[in-house]
Nanobody
Framework: QVQLVESGGGLVQAGGSLRLSCAAS????????MGWFRQAPGKEREFVAA????????YYADSVKGRFTISRDNAKNTVYLKMNSLKPEDTAVYYC???????????????????WGQGTQVTVSS
């Protein structure tokens, strides 16, 4: 059974930082492109960041570019999202997602991801 489990969310003041982790289990995810999405109350799920399966290319939503960094440690089967300079509008449930092995492209579309975690809440106070 493939599982993605997010952790690292919490309450932080504006301007602060958090690092989210997404641990994959069930098999190796070194061949899977991975993404982070978020969903605020009453809003659709939106793309945050993605990293290609080879790990060499990263992609970001304009709203987080320069503040968030996605990375992966294939030895630990884990993907990270380092979030700096957090703003109240970053408040949302953050989800980790994985594409099928060796799939790439359309990183900002949630419909192209096949595996999802349960999400972790990030709340940024003003």
């Amino acid at each position: 059974q493939v599982q993605l489990v997010e952790s690292g969310g919490g309450l932080v003041q504006a301007g602060g930082s958090l690092r989210l982790s997404c641990a994959a289990s069930g098999r190796s995810f070194s061949s899977n492109s991975m993404g982070w999405f978020r969903q605020a109350p009453g809003k659709e799920r939106e793309f945050v960041a993605a990293i290609r399966w080879s790990g060499g290319s990263t992609y970001y939503a304009d709203s987080v570019k320069g503040r968030f960094t996605i990375s992966r440690d294939n030895a630990k089967n884990t993907v990270y999202l380092k979030m700096n300079s957090l703003k109240p509008e970053d408040t949302a449930v953050y989800y980790c997602a994985a594409k099928k092995p060796y799939y790439s492209g359309n990183y900002d579309s949630p419909h192209t991801y096949d595996y999802w975690g349960q999400g972790t809440q990030v709340t940024v106070s003003s």
